[in-house]
């Protein structure tokens, strides 16, 4: 592995920001840090950049130890929430500052920064000034500046947080692709569960400091193994382990060891169908169109259900229904 990060931990004063974190990123690996605000991944991130010293643990990157490894010879590549842009310099003069910085000769600066404009698609807008730029313009940017020295691994902090949907889609599928391009392992943190699941190769879910479960995209959001992963990647129905025995006892076959108590089913909108049925259990609350789909709240006495279909004639609120659900399809998760 590249990255590799061993009982790492920090503290500020007696609050735990990060407690007991192993983590391996590869070499050509996109890894996203999810999860709210206050969970430990900006921390995180600041001790792999050097910016912040753990407590405890280790950190190394392609063998070498970086405990006490100043920020500025780790050579990595950092894109920041703000962008940070010098205001009073041109796109291309952005760009070059890193190799400005370390003496560089001027025809490698200038060949160095019109490889970058050309990957970012913004050559033609070389000469201009951050404040005549749109917010995604100036993303693409701080991103290419990042990129200057030849980072070994990049960072990206919440690097689209600022931008609205539309252009947060864009610059999504293009950092996808200078990645994919490049093949330089990146980190990047993120609340957005959208964001993660589109960009990463390895998702790694974090709450209170702890990381609860690392994996692919379609691992966390078809496998989660806690509720808190279930509740944060995606919608989900969670339901109590007592209410399954008793309204869906066949649902129960696949309970772990450790008793009912410890754990809840989950089971994603999309796998439930809703079929009308005069003397059916399930009462019709509300349906939203959300386009590509249709979303159906209902409720089965206190359990609540989300369901989503397509295509499928809406149910009327106060409606009667049934409810299917494959076994196959269903995941436990610890509470």
Known sequence: MTLEISRLSKKFDDFVALDDINLSVGEHDFVCLLGPSGCGKTTLLRIIAGLLQADTGTLTFEGRDLTDMPARERNFGIVFQSYSLFPNMTVAENVGYGLRIRKAARSQITQRVGQLLDLIRMASMADRYPWQLSGGQQQRVALARALTVDPRLILLDEPLSALDARVRDEMRQEIHDVQRRLGIPTIMVT???????????????????????????????????????????????????????????????????????????CVRPQHIRLLPAEDGPVRVDSTTFLGNLLRTRTHWGEQRFIVESHGEAPLPAGARARLEIDASHCSWVRC
């Not at 974090?206 to 379609?218: A, D, L, S």
């Not at 969670?238 to 108590?261: S, Y």
Request: glycine share 8%; charged share 15%.
């Open 191 to 265: 609340h957005d569960q959208e964001e993660a699941l589109t960009l990463a190769d390895k998702v790694v879910c974090m709450n209170n400091g702890v990381i609860e479960q690392i994996g692919t995209p379609q691992t966390l959001y078809e496998h989660p193994n806690t509720r808190f992963v279930a509740d944060f990647v995606g919608v989900s129905n969670l339901l109590q382990a007592d209410w399954v025995a008793a309204q869906w006892p066949a649902l129960m076959a696949g309970c772990p060891d450790g008793g009912p108590e410890a754990h809840q089913l």
